[in-house]
């Protein structure tokens, strides 16, 4: 599963791959709720863009890079095209980009602006860790 914190509203952020959701709760465990609830498989990675407001998470098992608003609302999927397995993921927000990699049959390292477009790989035939 994977973590991440709002610093901006002191929440946390993390995924449950056993019960396929991704919820949020304050780190006095207080006001827990899930947020994404329905279309998860293997949500691996995730992050928090605390200035824009935005959740996002790569889905090993359906092979998406996805977003939401951090309440859930607003969901939609940037990237599945020739994705295999994407794992881990992290927000670059001062250069707007969302890096991640996939550990399918070809390890690769990618990154796209925050929208899913200009797509580009930045790691690749390096094989598995």
């Known amino acids: 599963s994977a973590l991440d914190y709002d610093r901006l509203d002191g929440r946390i952020y993390w995924s449950d791959m056993e019960l396929k959701t991704i919820s949020r709760a304050f780190l006095n465990g207080s006001a827990l709720e899930v947020v994404v609830e329905f279309g998860?498989?293997?949500p691996r990675g995730l992050a928090v863009d605390w200035m824009?407001?935005?959740?996002?998470?790569?889905?090993?098992g359906?092979?998406?890079v996805e977003v939401a608003?951090?309440?859930g609302s607003s969901r939609r999927v940037l990237v599945w095209r020739e994705l295999d397995s994407p794992e881990c993921l992290v927000v670059d927000t001062k250069g707007e980009k969302i890096v991640w990699s996939?550990?399918?049959?070809?390890?690769?390292?990618?990154?796209?602006?925050?929208?899913?477009s200009m797509r580009e790989v930045l790691v690749q035939g390096v094989g598995r860790s």
């Open 40 to 42: 998860l498989d293997y």
């Open 52 to 60: 824009a407001g935005n959740l996002y998470w790569a889905d090993a």
């Open 102 to 116: 996939s550990w399918g049959q070809e390890p690769v390292i990618e990154r796209a602006a925050m929208d899913g």
């Open 69 to 71: 608003r951090l309440d």
């Open 62 to 64: 359906t092979g998406r």
